[in-house]
């Protein structure tokens, strides 16, 4: 079984699982997973969703091959249903999903959406900014491949909620974000590899996300077109 299939069968239970809860009339924002944090992020609270199958279909092939957030999933049974249950809540129950998801920000300064996984859909990402608006005490960070969806919000309402701090993330000869993706120049991030030269034009990764929260650094407080750079792991 390739990494696709596995994803596709904890996304399938996981769906059933979330059915039949919901079937029996049970608040199934309580099989939502928020992380704590972890040693990279230090204390930072987050939610994701499954690796690839959230993600943009031009990923497999590209960046796909390379995600740690999928080798983390096939690796640990347990990240992997956390993963799917979160991804099924969202689709069938997005409003008992943000019901757990703010609760999670109400008490968090810091928070992170899709340590692994991206924006489901564009009800999705409007749900992300209605939940910064709702809690603006905690700064909120997402890196997104979907463009367009973000794009399309930015397009409607002009700016995103200050804290929100969305960049656009790129992969340096695999996925990059040229071409006219980043037309409101939001920041970006891109992935080199250990035999790649960094760019002077660069900014690199400070290396734990809560010591650049903390500081107002990083990915935190990156500017416009400024480009956060991440050594591939």
């Given at each position: 079984m390739d990494y696709l299939e596995k994803l596709t069968a904890a996304k399938v239970a996981a769906l059933d699982e979330v059915r039949e809860a919901l079937a029996a009339g049970k608040d199934v924002s309580a099989l939502v997973s928020v992380s704590q944090g972890n040693t990279k992020m230090g204390k930072v609270a987050?939610?994701?969703?499954?690796?690839?199958?959230?993600?943009?279909?031009?990923?497999?092939?590209t960046c796909a091959d390379k995600c740690y957030a999928k080798k983390l999933a096939i690796l640990r049974p347990s990240v992997m249903k956390a993963y799917a249950r979160n991804t099924?809540?969202?689709?069938?129950?997005?409003?008992?999903?943000?019901?757990?998801?703010?609760?999670?920000?109400?008490?968090?300064?810091?928070?992170?959406?899709?340590?692994?996984?991206?924006?489901?859909?564009?009800?999705?990402?409007?749900?992300?900014?209605?939940?910064?608006?709702?809690?603006?005490?905690?700064?909120?960070l997402m890196f997104t491949k979907k463009f367009e969806l973000v794009n399309r919000l930015l397009d409607?309402?002009?700016?995103?909620?200050?804290?929100?701090?969305?960049?656009?993330?790129?992969?340096?000869?695999?996925?990059?974000?040229?071409?006219?993706?980043?037309?409101?120049?939001?920041?970006?991030?891109?992935v080199y590899a250990k035999d790649e030269d960094f760019r002077p034009e660069w900014t690199p990764c400070g290396g734990n996300c809560l010591d650049c929260a903390v500081h107002d650094g990083g990915c935190w407080a990156a500017r416009p077109g400024e480009t956060i750079a991440f050594k591939i792991h």
């Open positions: 987050s939610v994701s969703l499954l690796p690839v199958l959230t993600c943009p279909a031009r990923c497999r092939g099924a809540v969202a689709r069938l129950a997005p409003d008992a999903f943000f019901r757990a998801v703010n609760r999670a920000m109400e008490k968090a300064e810091h928070f992170r959406f899709h340590v692994s996984g991206d924006i489901p859909d564009y009800n999705y990402l409007l749900e992300v900014v209605l939940s910064c608006l709702r809690n603006p005490h905690c700064e909120v409607s309402i002009g700016a995103l909620p200050k804290n929100l701090h969305c960049l656009f993330s790129g992969w340096t000869n695999l996925f990059p974000t040229a071409g006219g993706w980043n037309p409101h120049r939001l920041p970006e991030t891109t």
